[in-house]
């Protein structure tokens, strides 16, 4: 994997961004979730980047990318703009879309956005990491007390003050309990780590992460209360019409498997790969078995950098 450069984008943010592979290999833009950075992808890469251009930015807000502070900077809209800007900026018209947790759900987005478009897509396919439906991941915020009750987190993540609370436990303890319902810390490499808490500790850095839930329109409703199910989520959901891979990790704390219910009806060509004894962070904790699955999924995407298949 490449150090990072800095790319100016078009939608007014500078973002840091990794590179791997061959310069004219077909394009894949791996977009990671919260709280991680470009290094979600750092043992992922060596196993892909033989046969792929691997593009792995640090989303607006994480990592060394640009923190603007207001809320309103991370609406859904803004970071589909920012996936379509970064490809435009590394020369790639159509490529394969690649997304875990936040990353995950912007990848959604942008390919639901595009299914409706009366012009031809530019994600050639789309490959989902633990990342749940936007739908399905709202109904179940209702309709299913384990997911609500997992899920709780999110409404911490929004209460105002938040960062000073993260400030005053210490950064480190923030990253031990992060990471440590969901893995053994033992495991995380202590580079891993530090890299992790100096990032968080950067001017900002905890308010940018925040505010991508705080952006968010999901309802978190508190446990036992009966809230109605959004307008929004009434409405039919566009039909991913590309090819869809979901590789999920069936130990997942945080997305439950409710999250799978139905999942094979939001496309026209599903496949899912659950992955046993794998929990929410599967790229690092099983790129082997993320590869495995990965691979033949983008081998059979043909595409060029700067061209249409």
Same mark, same amino acid.
């Given at each position: 994997?490449?150090?990072?450069?800095?790319?100016?984008?078009?939608?007014?943010?500078?973002?840091?961004?990794?590179?791997?592979?061959?310069?004219?290999?077909?394009?894949?833009?791996?977009?990671?979730?919260?709280?991680?950075?470009?290094?979600?992808?750092?043992?992922?890469?060596?196993?892909?980047?033989?046969?792929?251009?691997?593009?792995?930015?640090?989303?607006?807000?994480?990592? &060394?990318?640009?923190?603007? &502070?207001?809320?309103?900077?991370?609406?859904?809209?803004?970071?589909?703009?920012?996936?379509?800007?970064?490809?435009?900026?590394?020369?790639?018209?159509?490529?394969?879309?690649?997304?875990?947790?936040?990353?995950?759900?912007?990848?959604?987005?942008?390919?639901?956005?595009?299914?409706?478009?009366?012009?031809?897509?530019?994600?050639?396919?789309?490959?989902?990491?633990?990342?749940?439906?936007?739908?399905?991941?709202?109904?179940?915020?209702?309709?299913?007390?384990? &997911?609500?009750?997992?899920?709780?987190?999110?409404?911490?993540?929004?209460?105002?003050?938040?960062?000073?609370?993260?400030?005053?436990?210490?950064?480190?303890?923030?990253?031990?309990?992060?990471?440590?319902?969901?893995?053994?810390?033992?495991?995380?490499?202590?580079?891993?780590?530090?890299?992790?808490?100096?990032?968080?500790?950067?001017?900002?850095?905890?308010?940018?992460?925040?505010?991508?839930?705080?952006?968010?329109?999901?309802?978190?409703?508190?446990?036992?209360?009966?809230?109605?199910?959004?307008?929004?989520?009434?409405?039919?959901?566009?039909?991913?019409?590309?090819?869809?891979?979901?590789?999920?990790?069936?130990?997942?704390?945080?997305?439950?498997?409710?999250?799978?219910?139905?999942?094979?009806?939001?496309?026209?060509?599903?496949?899912?790969?659950?992955?046993?004894?794998?929990?929410?962070?599967?790229?690092?904790?099983?790129? &082997?078995?993320?590869?495995?699955?990965?691979?033949?999924?983008?081998?059979?995407?043909?595409?060029?950098?700067?061209?249409?298949?």
């Amino acid at each position: 994997m490449s150090g990072l450069r800095r790319i100016a984008l078009s939608t007014g943010i500078t973002m840091a961004v990794a590179e791997a592979g061959p310069a004219d290999a077909p394009p894949v833009i791996l977009l990671h979730g919260f709280p991680e950075s470009h290094r979600t992808w750092a043992k992922l890469a060596p196993l892909l980047g033989d046969r792929f251009r691997l593009i792995m930015p640090d989303l607006r807000g994480f990592g &060394q990318s640009d923190r603007p &502070q207001d809320v309103e900077a991370y609406a859904t809209d803004t970071l589909i703009a920012d996936l379509f800007a970064l490809a435009d900026a590394c020369g790639v018209d159509r490529f394969v879309l690649v997304g875990h947790d936040w990353g995950g759900a912007i990848a959604w987005a942008a390919a639901l956005r595009e299914a409706g478009a009366k012009t031809g897509p530019r994600v050639e396919r789309l490959a989902i990491i633990n990342s749940p439906h936007p739908w399905i991941f709202q109904k179940s915020l209702i309709e299913d007390a384990g &997911q609500r009750a997992a899920s709780q987190y999110i409404t911490a993540f929004r209460t105002p003050g938040m960062e000073a609370a993260v400030e005053a436990m210490g950064i480190d303890r923030f990253f031990d309990k992060s990471f440590g319902a969901h893995v053994d810390l033992a495991t995380i490499d202590p580079a891993e780590r530090a890299a992790s808490i100096a990032d968080w500790s950067r001017p900002g850095a905890l308010t940018a992460m925040f505010n991508w839930y705080r952006a968010s329109h999901l309802v978190v409703p508190p446990p036992v209360v009966t809230v109605p199910v959004p307008d929004w989520v009434l409405r039919l959901a566009p039909r991913i019409n590309v090819p869809l891979r979901i590789i999920w990790g069936l130990d997942d704390k945080a997305l439950l498997p409710v999250q799978l219910e139905k999942i094979g009806e939001v496309g026209d060509d599903v496949e899912i790969f659950p992955l046993k004894g794998v929990g929410h962070f599967a790229p690092w904790q099983a790129p &082997q078995a993320v590869a495995d699955a990965l691979a033949p999924f983008l081998e059979a995407a043909q595409v060029a950098t700067g061209a249409p298949s």
